[in-house]
């Protein structure tokens, strides 16, 4: 099981891979470089999560219609070729946004829309594999053995990019995003090689339930402990993801940091949360989860404050202190917090509640990158100085983290646990006329 563990970590890897240099190499480009507007570059970038929505219909679509007898591995392999195409063409939205900024809009939504696809294709295919074939005592293996080696991938292409691409010269950065491109669809094709068996070979029951988002509504609504749950991690991880766009062109706008510089701050912050990781396993078990999430959740924030002051004081080691507090915060809270929502599902409806947590991940996404560059956008406007729109969205992802970490306390497994296995009222009916 360990290789295909190993397999299925590629697959993983290969995906995140292609969302690195659009998040960490042409943000920088197009928001400083060429002074593209922080909210058209949001815009274009939550444009995959928009999509997000279609990830329930691939997943029944694909339970149900195999294709050669596969029902998981043509769904990962025309997800990942168009997360290929995407990345490998998206350095000439750039291009052609300088020479002609409504083409290029036109070039970055049919960019982003090729890798949003190919992300929503492979992401629900890659993971239902995952499940079905580790079963539900390997899951958690499989799990940490997927996002280790991703962020080791994250890490590797990070200080790949910083060294093609030290300035920014459009025939370099297009050949860098090929490379990585080309990487990416190698360990994807390798991952996939003999991976999955043919669909007559996996039992029915490994097949996920699906739910209507009445359904799935419902479940969150009528539970006050799951309303808080879905609450708080779309406050949580909108604050996390909300600043992948801008912490780039923060570097250079307030330290004159160079591209090569900049391109590594994904792989600091990367190496430091993989050392959470590693942690958060360590205290799986001896501490509490809630205990370990909200030591994650805090470090985080630490972390946002460290990066205004860092704006403010002009100190590059305090910015670096920052971002290595916020990609440690990030490690420990997102695997305590995985664990904390596995315990907020009830056996017998996991897909209807992971697919509302999945949701919330999906929605909290989309907000947190259209409130950084609006935010960041509008603050510049208002003060006429570009550093403060950072700041300004810095300061607010801290207070929603702040509000999210008091909103853990009232997070009770016990209640939720008791609340989801009591009847509906139409249940109640039908026992009593019993």
Not at 83 to 92: D, F, T, Y
Not at 228 to 249: C, K, N, R, S, T
Not at 369 to 375: F, K, P, T, W, Y
Request: glycine share 8%; charged share 10%; proline share 3%.
């Amino acid at each position: 099981m360990f290789i295909k563990r190993f397999q299925l970590a590629l697959i993983h890897t290969a995906v995140a891979m292609t969302l690195v240099p659009i998040n960490s190499t042409l943000n920088r480009v197009m928001i400083f470089d060429l002074g593209v507007s922080k909210t058209i570059f949001t815009l274009l970038a939550i444009f995959p999560y928009l999509l997000s929505p279609i990830q329930v219909a691939i997943g029944s679509f694909s339970d149900t219609h195999p294709i050669f007898g596969y029902r998981r591995t043509p769904y990962i392999l025309a997800g990942l070729i168009l997360c290929v195409l995407g990345v490998a063409v998206s350095p000439q939205i750039a291009v052609l946004m300088s020479e002609n900024f409504t083409l290029g809009v036109v070039a970055g939504i049919l960019a982003f829309g090729m890798w949003g696809m190919g992300y929503n294709l492979s992401a629900v295919s890659y993971f239902s594999l995952a499940s079905e074939l580790s079963g539900e005592k390997g899951r958690g293996k499989t799990i940490a053995t997927m996002f280790t080696i991703m962020v080791i991938g994250l890490i590797a292409t990070g200080i790949s990019l910083s060294r093609m691409v030290p300035t920014y010269v459009p025939e370099t950065l297009s050949r860098a995003f090929i490379i990585v491109a080309a990487s990416a669809l190698t360990l994807g094709l390798l991952g996939l090689f003999k991976l999955e068996p043919r669909s007559s070979q996996l039992s029915s029951t490994s097949r996920s339930e699906t739910y209507t988002v009445k359904e799935m509504t419902s479940a969150i609504t009528t539970n006050p402990v799951a309303k808080i749950f879905f609450v708080y991690l779309l406050l949580l991880l909108a604050a996390i993801l909300g600043q992948d766009v801008l912490l780039e062109p923060f570097g250079a706008q307030a330290f004159g940091m160079t591209l090569e510089q900049t391109s590594r701050i994904i792989s600091i912050s990367s190496t430091f949360t993989l050392i959470a990781f590693i942690v958060a396993g360590f205290l799986d078990g001896r501490v509490k989860k809630k205990y370990v999430a909200q030591s994650g959740n805090l470090g985080a924030l630490i972390g946002f404050i460290i990066i205004v002051i860092s704006g403010m004081t002009a100190s590059r080691t305090a910015f670096y202190i920052g971002i290595t507090l916020l990609g440690f915060g990030t490690g420990i809270s997102t695997i305590a917090n995985l664990s904390l929502m596995f315990d907020l599902t009830v056996p017998e409806k996991v897909g209807l509640y992971i697919g509302a947590w999945g949701f919330s991940n999906g929605l909290s996404r989309l907000v947190g990158l259209l409130m950084a560059g609006s935010v960041a956008d509008l603050a510049t406007q208002l003060t006429g100085n570009a550093l403060s729109g950072y700041l300004v969205v810095f300061s607010i992802e801290a207070l929603m983290l702040f509000i999210a970490a008091f909103m853990l306390y009232r997070i009770d497994v016990g209640a939720f646990q008791k609340k989801a296995h009591e009847p509906s009222f139409t249940e109640q009916i039908a026992l009593n006329a019993q």
